[in-house]
């Protein structure tokens, strides 16, 4: 199935689900061959809600396997180990979910489809129950005391509520997750997909005017906004702005605001909202990945500026252990490279046929030019470099380079 019928199917069965028809949304859901994790994630609180545990604990398990890093999904997993009384299990996921957290008081999954905020104050809260159910109540109230530290005002009567409950040794209610809330695909996607051409545009092949003339056949358009980054490769940056860090864990981005970094890359945080999403820039793009996929760097700058020209002169700047060239121009700095690092074998492609670039984010290559592929942002379209160029273009227009040349 590729991308586009997936996120067809998704949809439809997000239609159904928002239409009350649970049996019908999962049946939908169950016919995707490959789902990702959000769609694993959906089918299990559709079991959850039907209360079909096992299925429900089988469907988290697989969205964790898709992504070990959605903590959500850990939570829900969570609320079904404690509902089939498997509590160490129950409290492992809490755990895990909070840890996750990386001491922000909330995440929020809008930007990812999911209208819904996991609170750490409510993931203590549940780890607190848990403890109670277990006999620990020391435990339980030590959570409870740490969740007050987490709590918003919506939250605080919840918590104080459940801290009254340990110091009279009774159980108080789990904290679960609405039953209406399920991933849903980006609605931009959603909306193009009725109005994408596949066969491309038509062009003139034969006319009595000259300016018409033409030969061969057009291309087919990204059907994409943009791209991964390029993983593993020296990085190119515009400006010193911002904190910078290292990333941690892949995000592939599902909005246009979003942006795909890999672990390894070098991004510089310029904002970070309290809803645990950072604005950074990378490779001179600008977007949001959730700061939890983040770790600061400390950045130290060495002693001596190596000066070329009165105007021209560079500095070392050590990330880590990573080492970068900065350099200046009427003190203005203009570039930063990254100058160590064990090379990464390149793959390379040659074009089999000529592909014309229509959009900003299109690789522009005559037939037999040789390729440095980057990424596969899916079954048809690929990500590469060409003379410093970088861009998509589609993967029928090329093939791989024999080993020989």
């Known amino acids: 199935m590729t991308f586009v019928e997936t996120l067809r199917q998704w949809d439809q069965a997000v239609s159904f689900a928002d239409r009350q028809d649970f049996a019908e949304a999962l049946r939908v859901f169950l016919a995707i061959p490959e789902p990702n994790s959000k769609i694993y994630f959906d089918i299990g609180c559709l079991h959850l809600q039907k209360q079909d545990l096992d299925a429900a ?26 509902q089939k009384e498997r509590y160490e299990e129950a409290l492992g996921d809490f755990q895990y979910a909070f840890k996750a957290l990386r001491g922000n008081q909330l995440i929020d ?9 996991l609170y750490a104050c409510e993931v203590l809260h549940n780890m607190a129950l848990v403890e109670a159910q277990l006999g620990r109540w020391e435990k339980a109230q030590e959570n409870l005391v740490k969740a007050l530290d987490f709590k918003t005002e919506a ?24 039953s209406n809330a399920l991933f849903k695909p980006n609605k931009h996607y959603v909306a193009e997909l009725e109005k994408k051409d596949y066969l491309g545009k038509a062009k003139v092949v034969a006319s009595i005017l000259p300016q018409d003339e033409f030969s061969g056949f057009a291309p087919l358009q990204p059907q994409v906004e943009d791209g991964p980054a390029r993983p593993k490769e020296p990085e190119v940056l515009r400006a010193l702005e911002g904190e910078p860090h290292t990333v ?60 070329v020209s009165n105007h021209f002169f560079f500095y070392y700047i050590t990330l880590k252990d990573v ?82 040349e």
């Open 57 to 82: 604990e089988k469907a988290f398990d697989s969205s964790i396997r898709k992504d070990e890093h959605l903590a959500v999904a850990f939570f829900q997993r969570g609320i079904t180990f404690y």
């Open 109 to 117: 999954y809008k930007a990812l489809g999911l209208r819904y905020k």
């Open 155 to 178: 939250k605080l009567n919840v918590i104080d509520r459940a801290l009254q409950s340990t110091l009279k040794q009774k159980l108080f209610k789990l904290v679960t997750f609405p």
């Open 248 to 307: 941690l864990f892949e995000f592939v981005p599902e909005t246009s605001d979003e942006l795909a970094v890999v672990p390894g890359n070098i991004v510089f945080v310029l904002q970070k909202g309290e809803d645990n999403w950072a604005s950074v820039i990378f490779n001179e793009r600008r977007g949001l990945v959730p700061y939890n996929y983040l770790e600061r760097l400390e950045i130290s700058v060495g002693s001596k500026k190596n000066e």
């Open 323 to 404: 080492k970068l060239l900065c350099i200046y121009i009427h003190s203005i700095q203009i570039y930063i490279y990254q100058t160590d690092g064990k090379p990464q074998n390149e793959i390379l492609l040659v074009a089999i046929h000529s592909y014309e670039s229509s959009n900003p984010e299109d690789l522009t290559f005559q037939e037999g030019d040789k390729i440095i592929l980057l990424s596969r942002i899916n079954d048809d379209w690929l990500e590469g470099q060409l003379n410093e160029n970088t861009g998509i273009f589609p993967a029928s227009f090329v093939e791989d380079v024999p080993e020989n």
